[in-house]
């Protein structure tokens, strides 16, 4: 445990990290400004707690395949409107998480000891070189940040 005074925002261990994904601070609007100038995947960037906290290579595969965008855009080449709809799909793929127990890939189990049931619904992420479910395409995957990433070459772009 560690005792900070002050504003929690304020600890060193949190001071820097964005903000949560599932608040109003977060928003289409926030991802545009942030990502000015950063060439960097546009993967790589919403993984970056320092932009936002939370997002890990399992949802952002999702969102951004909701999104229709592709992972290896460059941050500052997304449009306002396709960040818009990234951080709404990002919020709505977390809360799905969550409102499932999380996704267990292998061993893990939530604090109820039940393991977490939103990999039934993953429709990218692990699934490298299988059909797209909306178009029917084999699914893509590279390596981006030394994290596995699929996406489909037709539906995102």
């Known amino acids: 445990m560690l005792w900070h ?11 820097g990290l964005g903000p949560e994904p599932l608040t109003e601070d977060f928003d289409g609007n926030y991802l545009k400004i942030t990502a000015q100038g950063k060439k960097v995947a546009v993967k790589n960037f919403i993984m970056n707690s320092s932009v936002v906290t939370g997002v890990g290579n399992i949802y952002a595969n999702e969102a951004l395949f909701s999104a229709g965008i592709r992972p290896t855009r460059p941050a500052s080449r997304v449009s306002r409107k396709r960040y818009v709809r990234l951080a709404e799909q990002i919020k709505i793929i977390l809360q799905n998480a ?60």
């Open 5 to 15: 005074g002050g504003p929690p925002d304020q600890h060193p261990l949190l001071h």
């Open 98 to 157: 969550i409102n499932v127990g999380g996704t267990t890939l292998r061993d893990f189990t939530g604090g109820d000891g039940k393991p977490g049931y939103f990999r039934q619904s993953l429709k990218v992420y692990g699934r490298g070189g299988d059909p797209c479910v909306a178009c029917g395409m084999t699914l893509r995957e590279v390596r981006l940040g030394q994290r596995s990433t699929v996406y489909c070459q037709q539906c995102q772009t």
